[in-house]
C-alpha cells in the first residue's frame, strides 16, 4: 500500500513522485510504500500550520484537550492493531509494541488533562493598586523531527503539549518508522482536528527537516535523535531565531556495588541493555561492579544472555527482536568488531543466520570485559545490544568512571546503602537516576531529558513540556 503526507486536513500525495520502502527488520518483507517529500511539501505543510495557528490559539484549552481525548480512545480501539504495527516496523517484542502504545495513549490523557492545571501566577505588585499576573502563550508552527527507536511514543510525547498549549504542528517521523506515526495522525485526523492544525511530512530529515529548520513559518523545532544532526540543526535554527530543544545520545552507566542483591542486578543490566535490542537512548551500555561480587556478577550475566529468547518479535517466547534496519544492524556489528580488538568478547556479538533470522537484521547480544576507558565501545553510543563490564575497587573509582563520558542522560546504581545512594544522586552527572532499577524506563508525568551532551533546551514530558512550548507573559494590570 501507498501512503500519503498529511498536509491542511487532508491526505495528499508527494509532489515529488518518490517513495520508499518500509521494512520488516525481522524478514526484510515490505509493508508499505512511504512517500520521499520534496522541500514544495515540507513548505506547503509550514504555511498550512501558519494559517491555522491564529483559529487554534484561540479555543480553550478544554476545547483542544477534547480532540486529544477523542485521539487517544480512537488509539485505544486499535491498540493491538497499532502495537502490532510497530513492532513489524520497528522490531521490537510484541509486548514493547503494545506498551508502547498504551504509553502514548496515556501521554495523550495526561496532556488533555493538563488542559485543568493553573498557567502562571499572581505576584504582589510594589504597587497596591496594580495586579500582577504571569500568562503563557503559544509559541507558533512548531516542527518535530523524530527518531526511530520510540516511533510512537516520541512523536507523541512532541505533539500532545504542543497542541494542548495551542501550537500547531508540522512532523516528519523517522524514514525507517512511518507507520507508527501514520496511525497517530489518522485518529487525530478521524478526531476531526481542524485542517492545518498538524500535518505530517514523510521523507528525509535532510529535507524535510531541514526545510522546516530554516522556514521562517516555523517558530520552535524540538528534535530527539543523534548528536551529529542534533548539532547540526542547532545551529542553522538558532541563527535563524528559533528555539530549539534536543534530546540526544547516552552511554548511560549501571553501577552494581558489593553489597546489592547479584541475581537482582544481573536481572536489571540485562533488561536495561538488551530489551528493544538495547536501541534505547536510555539503554545500560556500561556496566560497573565492584571487584568482590565481579566474577560471580560476570559469569551469571553470561549465563543468562547466552539463555536469552533472540528471534521473531511478534512471538510471544522472545525476549529481543532485530535491530531495526540493515544499515543499524551494521553499525552495531562494526562497533562490536572494533571492540574485538580493544577488549574482550565474553560472549555474543554474532550475526544470527538460522532459517528464522537468515532475512532479517539480527545480532546476539554482545558482552566485554577488560574494556579501556578510552575505547571506542566504552566511549561511543552504540544503540544496539551490546554491554561493556568494568570492575572496580570502591564506590569513588565507580562514580568518577560513570562520569567519564560526554554524555548524562540516564544512570543506575544496584545497592542498600543509602548513604551512598544519596552520595550518588549528587555526583552523578546525569538527568535521570534510576535507585535499583534500570536505566531505561520513563514515565510521562516526570521530566525527561539529560545533561552534558545528552540534551539541550528544557525538558521535555510532565508539567516542565509548557517551557518549550510556551512562553511567558507577564501582564501588570491598572484601573484607569
Ligand atoms: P538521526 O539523528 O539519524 O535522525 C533523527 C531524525 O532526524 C530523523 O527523523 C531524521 O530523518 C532526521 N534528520 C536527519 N538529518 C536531518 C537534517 N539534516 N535536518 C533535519 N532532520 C534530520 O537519529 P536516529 O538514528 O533516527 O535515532 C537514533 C538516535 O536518537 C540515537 O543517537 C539515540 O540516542 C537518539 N535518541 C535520543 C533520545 C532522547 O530522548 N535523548 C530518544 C530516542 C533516541
Known amino acids: 500500500m501507498r501512503y500519503s503526507n498529511y498536509i491542511?486536513?487532508?491526505?495528499?500525495?508527494?509532489?515529488?513522485?518518490?517513495?520508499?520502502?518500509?521494512?520488516?527488520?525481522?524478514?526484510?518483507?515490505?509493508?508499505?510504500?512511504?512517500?520521499?517529500?520534496?522541500?514544495?511539501?515540507?513548505?506547503?505543510?509550514?504555511?498550512?500550520?501558519?494559517?491555522?495557528?491564529?483559529?487554534?490559539?484561540?479555543?480553550?484549552?478544554?476545547?483542544?484537550?477534547?480532540?486529544?481525548?477523542?485521539?487517544?480512545?480512537?488509539?485505544?480501539?486499535?491498540?493491538?492493531?497499532?502495537?502490532?504495527?510497530l513492532t513489524l516496523e520497528e522490531g521490537k517484542t510484541l509486548a514493547e509494541g503494545i506498551g508502547e502504545t498504551m504509553r502514548a495513549i496515556s501521554i495523550?490523557?495526561?496532556?488533555?488533562?493538563?488542559?485543568?492545571?493553573?498557567?502562571?501566577?499572581?505576584?504582589?505588585?510594589?504597587?497596591?493598586?496594580?495586579?500582577?499576573?504571569?500568562?503563557?502563550?503559544?509559541?507558533?508552527?512548531?516542527?518535530?523531527?523524530?527518531?526511530?527507536?520510540?516511533?510512537?511514543?516520541?512523536?507523541?510525547?512532541?505533539?500532545?503539549?504542543?497542541?494542548?498549549?495551542?501550537?500547531?504542528?508540522?512532523?516528519k517521523p523517522?524514514?525507517?518508522?512511518?507507520?507508527?506515526?501514520?496511525?497517530?495522525?489518522?485518529?487525530?485526523?478521524?478526531?476531526?482536528?481542524?485542517?492545518g492544525v498538524v500535518n505530517c511530512v514523510f521523507g528525509r530529515g535532510s529535507i524535510v527537516g531541514a526545510e522546516w529548520v530554516e522556514n521562517p513559518d516555523i517558530k520552535a523545532i524540538s528534535f530527539t535523535g543523534s548528536n551529529s544532526v542534533g548539532c547540526q540543526i542547532q545551529e542553522r535554527a538558532t541563527a535563524r531565531g528559533k528555539k530549539v530543544q534536543l534530546e540526544m545520545g547516552g552511554k548511560n552507566p549501571l553501577i552494581v556495588l558489593a553489597d546489592a542483591d547479584v541475581n537482582k542486578a544481573v536481572e536489571i543490566a540485562i533488561k536495561g541493555a538488551f530489551s528493544s535490542t538495547g536501541q534505547k537512548c536510555t539503554a545500560t551500555s556500561r556496566v560497573i561492579v565492584e571487584a568482590r561480587i565481579y566474577d560471580e556478577f560476570r559469569d551469571m550475566l553470561i549465563e543468562r544472555t547466552k539463555a536469552l529468547k533472540v528471534g521473531n518479535p511478534l512471538e510471544k517466547e522472545t525476549f529481543m527482536g532485530p535491530c531495526v534496519?540493515?544499515?543499524?544492524?551494521?553499525?552495531?556489528?562494526?562497533?562490536?568488531?572494533?571492540?574485538?580488538?580493544?577488549?574482550?568478547?565474553?560472549?555474543?556479538?554474532?550475526?544470527?543466520?538460522?532459517?528464522?533470522?537468515?532475512?532479517?537484521?539480527?545480532?546476539?547480544?554482545?558482552?566485554?570485559?577488560?574494556?579501556?576507558?578510552d575505547a571506542r565501545i566504552a566511549r561511543e553510543e552504540i544503540f544496539g545490544p551490546?554491554?561493556?563490564?568494568?570492575?572496580?575497587?570502591?564506590?569513588?573509582?565507580?562514580?568518577?568512571?560513570?562520569?567519564?563520558?560526554?554524555?548524562?542522560?540516564?544512570?543506575?546504581?544496584?545497592?542498600?546503602?543509602?548513604?551512598?545512594?544519596?552520595?550518588?544522586?549528587?555526583?552523578?552527572?546525569?538527568?535521570?537516576?534510576?535507585?535499583?532499577?534500570?536505566?531505561?524506563?520513563?514515565?510521562?508525568?516526570?521530566?525527561?531529558?539529560?545533561?552534558?551532551n545528552s540534551s539541550s533546551g528544557s525538558r521535555e514530558q510532565g508539567k516542565t513540556a509548557i517551557e518549550f512550548y510556551t512562553q511567558v507573559k507577564t501582564v501588570y494590570l491598572d484601573p484607569m
Open 8 to 85: 491542511n486536513g487532508q491526505w495528499k500525495e508527494p509532489a515529488s513522485t518518490n517513495y520508499s520502502a518500509n521494512i520488516n527488520p525481522h524478514n526484510g518483507e515490505i509493508l508499505g510504500e512511504f512517500p520521499l517529500s520534496s522541500r514544495e511539501d515540507a513548505r506547503e505543510a509550514a504555511a498550512a500550520a501558519k494559517a491555522a495557528f491564529p483559529a487554534w490559539k484561540k479555543l480553550s484549552f478544554q476545547q483542544r484537550a477534547a480532540y486529544l481525548q477523542k485521539a487517544a480512545a480512537i488509539l485505544k480501539s486499535r491498540t493491538e492493531e497499532v502495537g502490532r504495527d
Open 108 to 171: 495523550l490523557e495526561y496532556y488533555a488533562g493538563e488542559a485543568r492545571q493553573p498557567l502562571g501566577d499572581v505576584i504582589p505588585s510594589a504597587n497596591a493598586q496594580t495586579f500582577l499576573y504571569t500568562t503563557r502563550v503559544p509559541v507558533g508552527p512548531v516542527g518535530l523531527i523524530t527518531p526511530w527507536n520510540f516511533p510512537i511514543a516520541i512523536p507523541v510525547w512532541k505533539m500532545a503539549p504542543a497542541l494542548i498549549y495551542g501550537n500547531t504542528v508540522v512532523i
Open 174 to 195: 523517522a524514514d525507517s518508522t512511518p507507520k507508527s506515526v501514520y496511525h497517530v495522525v489518522n485518529a487525530l485526523h478521524e478526531a476531526g482536528i481542524p485542517a
Open 325 to 373: 534496519s540493515k544499515a543499524q544492524r551494521d553499525t552495531v556489528w562494526s562497533m562490536i568488531e572494533a571492540g574485538k580488538k580493544e577488549a574482550n568478547l565474553l560472549c555474543g556479538g554474532n550475526l544470527l543466520q538460522d532459517e528464522e533470522t537468515a532475512q532479517g537484521y539480527y545480532i546476539q547480544p554482545a558482552i566485554f570485559d577488560s574494556v579501556s576507558r
Open 386 to 452: 551490546v554491554i561493556a563490564l568494568f570492575k572496580v575497587n570502591s564506590y569513588e573509582e565507580a562514580v568518577e568512571l560513570a562520569n567519564d563520558t560526554e554524555f548524562g542522560l540516564s544512570a543506575a546504581i544496584c545497592t542498600n546503602n543509602f548513604t551512598l545512594v544519596q552520595r550518588f544522586v549528587e555526583d552523578i552527572e546525569s538527568g535521570i537516576v534510576h535507585v535499583n532499577s534500570e536505566t531505561a524506563g520513563a514515565e510521562p508525568q516526570v521530566p525527561f531529558g539529560g545533561c552534558k
